[in-house]
């Protein structure tokens, strides 16, 4: 299993990454051990994630989620569906988010 996942840093930004341990990648990101965005900018929770099959299905996500608005991403965060942005984009019945 594959995740992408977005967290909140202390600044208001969110960080969007990929990995396929999620509970240890973001343990990374706390203790400022993750990436160099991550290192500058203080990780202070884990939003949302969704799963995903394979690694090139999470890059895809991760890629496509990192191009969005700051407004797009916080609606993310709330709960909005990934089809309400990225249909066409992605395959989006492939993702599925994941309780946090």
């Known amino acids: 299993m594959y995740y992408t996942y977005m967290v909140r840093c202390s600044d208001n930004s969110i960080y969007t990454g990929m990995t396929n341990n999620l509970e240890k990648r973001v343990n990374e990101h706390l203790s400022q051990n993750g990436a160099k965005y991550t290192r500058s900018h203080k990780v202070i929770s884990l ?4 799963r995903s099959k394979s690694k090139s299905l999470a890059c895809i996500l991760e890629y496509q989620i990192k191009h969005l ?6 609606k993310l965060v ?3 569906k990934i089809s309400t942005y990225l249909s066409g984009k992605v ?3 492939r993702y ?5």
């Open 47 to 50: 939003e949302t994630a969704w």
């Open 91 to 93: 395959d989006c019945r």
């Open 69 to 74: 608005t700051k407004e797009k991403k916080e």
């Open 96 to 100: 599925k988010r994941i309780s946090i």
């Open 78 to 80: 709330n709960g909005e």
